[in-house]
Structures are given as C-alpha cells and as structure tokens.
Nanobody, 124 residues
Framework: QVQLVESGGGLVQAGGSLRLSCACS????????MGWFRQAPGKEREFVAA????????DYPDSVKGRFTISRDNAKNTVYLQMNSLKPEDTAVYYC?????????????????WGQGTQVTVSS
C-alpha cells in the first residue's frame, strides 16, 4: 500500500506562484511514476503533469505547459509541482497520484494510488 500526502496549497493572487509537495510512504517511491491532477468545482478531474520513475521524462497539457514544472526527489520520496504565473482558472483541488510502472501517464484510470488533495485558490 502507498500513502500520498499533498501539501503546499493555499490562496495566491493571479500571477503568483506556489509549490505543491506530495510525500510518498509505504513502498519504494522510485518504483512509481507520478502524476498531478486537479478538479475545479463543478468540473471533472483533469491531468496537470506527470513524471517518469527516473524523473527524466515529463508531460503537461497545453493549459499549464510553460507555467508548471513537475519534479521529484527519490531520496526524499517526494514529488513537487512548481506553479508559476497562476491564473484564476487554476483554482482547484490538486491531487497527486502514483502508478507502479516506469512510464508516466495522463490518464487517471492508470494510476493506482491517490492523495487526499490540497486546495489551490487563485484570486483575480
């Protein structure tokens, strides 16, 4: 079993930055590809970023590309999401997820474990 705990959410003005963290425990973190997803009120959960087990490969949707950066520290069992140039439409609950394979994925159903989420609110 894998436990994922997100932190770092909060309230920020448009144009500001936040860094989310997701701490992983229970299994060998480096065995898992990781992803970030978000869900805004009244909307479906959507893909935000993904990173391979080694950290050498990343993926982003166009909506955040160039503004968000996913990274991981396998020694600290933690994955990060650096969010810059935040917009009000980035407001959502952000979730990290883990899948027990090498390759990253943008598909929610391919992830095995999920955190409880952290709220990010961007004011205009």
């Amino acid at each position: 079993q894998v436990q994922l705990v997100e932190s770092g959410g909060g309230l920020v003005q448009a144009g500001g930055s936040l860094r989310l963290s997701c701490a992983c425990s229970g299994r060998t973190f480096s065995n898992y590809a990781m992803g970030w997803f978000r869900q805004a009120p009244g909307k479906e959960r959507e893909f935000v970023a993904a990173i391979s087990r080694s950290g050498r490969r990343t993926d982003y949707p166009d909506s955040v590309k160039g503004r968000f950066t996913i990274s991981r520290d396998n020694a600290k069992n933690t994955v990060y999401l650096q969010m810059n140039s935040l917009k009000p439409e980035d407001t959502a609950v952000y979730y990290c997820a883990a899948r027990a394979v090498m390759l990253m994925s943008s598909l929610q159903y391919e992830y095995d474990y999920w955190g409880q989420g952290t709220q990010v609110t961007v004011s205009s």
